[in-house]
């Protein structure tokens, strides 16, 4: 592991494993080529995320590429978010636009620059799969997150993910099911390796959920100065506390109007207090 103002650098065991293949099979130039594009791409995202104040703890290294390792960004803004994941292939297309000016002034040429800006390409196109933890899954995220409540956000996502996922793996099985093509080895990989990671993320949504709640209190102070808009959620009297906390969007801050089985409003709570009531164990409104 390396670590560099702050930032700590790591490889994923079977990256290197992949590495040290190539160096055997005469692709190492390729691969190592691949290795800063994806790093230059992290970058991306290092530098947007400290932009608006979010701690970067890591780049790691991936089978399938790299991903940048951050506090938690639940309190950001879904657009900020957004910026933050297009960060990554932004820097792709400057790189693609660097290797153009290059070419245009007689400094790059041949199989090599072909190779550099198709594996750009590939590398942003890749990375905009609607897939968590890829850019395009994140995406995907911030604008449930504007739609949806953030535990159906939660949910919707992931199953996104995962759908995405093992579209992947068809597509790289597909080759030697119709055409008795080669199995596509390494995007296969790449398609298992996602799928059993948003299905365990799916498994972790209710702690997931939970850490949204326990941050509210932030969420509060935010909208507090930025004086936001309340926006209201109607519950009975008798509905679940968890019911309730999953109707919860993350950039808003609510007040529950409690009715009763006539219809009548018997309070107004605000959200912390239906949040305290519910991790103290409560089971109603």
């Not at 912390?272 to 409104?285: F, H, M, T, W």
Request: some cysteine.
């Amino acid at each position: 592991m390396i670590k560099f103002r702050g930032v700590s650098f790591s490889f994923h065991p079977f990256f290197v494993i992949i590495m040290l293949t190539s160096i055997m099979t005469g692709h190492f130039l390729e691969l190592i080529t691949l290795f800063v594009i994806v790093f230059i791409h992290e970058l991306g995202h290092v530098v947007a995320a400290r932009g608006f104040g979010v701690t970067v703890y890591s780049i790691q290294m991936l089978p399938f590429g790299g991903v940048a390792v951050m506090e938690d960004t639940g309190y950001l803004s879904a657009g900020r978010e957004i910026v933050i994941a297009l960060a990554g292939p932004f820097q792709n297309i400057m790189l693609i636009f660097i290797a153009w000016v290059l070419h245009l002034f007689g400094l790059w040429d041949g199989p090599f620059l072909l190779y550099f800006v198709e594996a750009n390409i590939l590398i942003a196109l890749f990375n905009l799969l609607p897939i968590l933890p890829l850019d395009g899954g994140k995406i995907s995220q911030s604008l449930c997150s504007i739609a949806l409540p953030y535990h159906a956000t939660l949910l919707w996502s992931i199953r996104i993910s995962l759908l995405f996922s093992f579209l992947v793996i068809v597509y790289s099985i597909l080759p030697l099911l119709l055409t008795q093509g080669i199995l596509q080895f390494n995007l296969l990989l790449v398609g298992l390796f996602l799928l059993y990671s948003n299905w365990m993320d799916y498994r972790n949504i209710p702690y997931r959920f939970l850490r949204f709640l326990m941050s509210r209190e932030q969420a509060f102070t935010r909208h507090l100065i930025n004086g936001s808009i309340v926006q209201p959620i109607l519950a009975d009297k008798a509905k679940p506390l968890d019911n309730i906390l999953r109707l919860f969007k993350r950039e808003k801050y609510h007040f529950i109007y409690v009715m009763n089985h006539l219809g009548n409003i018997e309070a107004v709570v605000p959200e912390q207090r239906v949040i305290s009531a519910y991790l103290r164990g409560k089971p109603g409104a």
